[in-house]
Antibody, heavy 125, light 110 residues
């Protein structure tokens, strides 16, 4: 079945870097983009951006430029999120999700399915 | 503050029908399709409704979605205790050139 499996929880000190992985299975990895979504403790979902897994080209939401890097490795069907210069406010669960889209008549619908199980990143000294 | 506006909470008794609203603008809901995600406590979000009113395989027909203008709604009929969850609406925003989410609605089954 189609699934995304993420790496385990991370605990880092402020200023350090972290790399979260998202391994895809059950479908052709390069046929669908991967999105990243952040959820701070007790908060809602925040879209971070996406990576074209065919070209490796990333697109970042406005609030996630600079310290956030999306990458992918087609040989292992895995997408990555790297966060550098970690701050306490980066403490959150990070989700990857597959990007699906279809044309219905003259409009294109796009949605995220499935989602990875999430990776908790805790930043604390 | 989220781009899409949802009520922070909703509630109902078993068997009841509840509706959760999602308000946006011309650049998001007004121009693009709406999706709904269910996030059970301690788990990842799961797709509930896509393309305004389509249910993925496995989602009960008690769940339905609708859209009108710049607003959308999720209706849950025959409420069950296992429906107690957070629900998020989402859409593409042409002005921001990205996905936007509602702030989420916590549904309590009394």
């Amino acid at each position: 079945q189609v699934q995304l499996v993420q790496s385990g929880s991370e605990w880092e000190k402020p200023g350090a870097s972290v790399k979260v992985s998202c391994k895809a299975s059950g479908y052709t990895f390069t046929s669908y983009a991967i999105n990243w979504v952040r959820q701070a403790p007790g908060q809602g979902l925040e879209w971070m951006g996406w990576i074209n897994t065919n070209t490796g080209n990333p697109t970042y939401a406005q609030d996630f430029t600079g310290r956030f890097v999306f990458s992918s490795d087609t040989s292992v069907s895995t997408a990555y999120l790297q966060i550098s210069s970690l701050k306490a406010e980066d403490t959150a669960v990070y989700y990857c999700a597959r990007d699906l889209s279809l044309w219905f008549g003259e409009s294109e619908a796009t949605w995220l399915d499935p989602w990875g199980q999430g990776t908790l990143v805790t930043v604390s000294s | 503050q989220s781009v899409l506006t949802q009520p922070p909470s909703a509630s109902g008794t078993p068997g009841q029908r509840v509706t959760i609203s999602c308000s946006g603008s011309r650049s998001n809901i007004g121009s693009n399709t709406v999706n709904w995600y269910q996030q059970l406590p301690g788990t990842a979000p799961k797709l509930l409704i896509y393309n305004n009113n389509q249910r993925p395989s496995g989602v009960p027909d008690r769940f339905s979605g609708s859209k009108s203008g710049t607003s959308a709604s999720l209706a849950i009929g025959g409420l069950q205790s296992e429906d107690e969850s957070d629900y998020y609406c989402a859409a593409w925003d042409d002005s921001l050139n990205g996905r936007v989410f509602g702030g989420g609605t916590k549904l309590t089954v009394l």
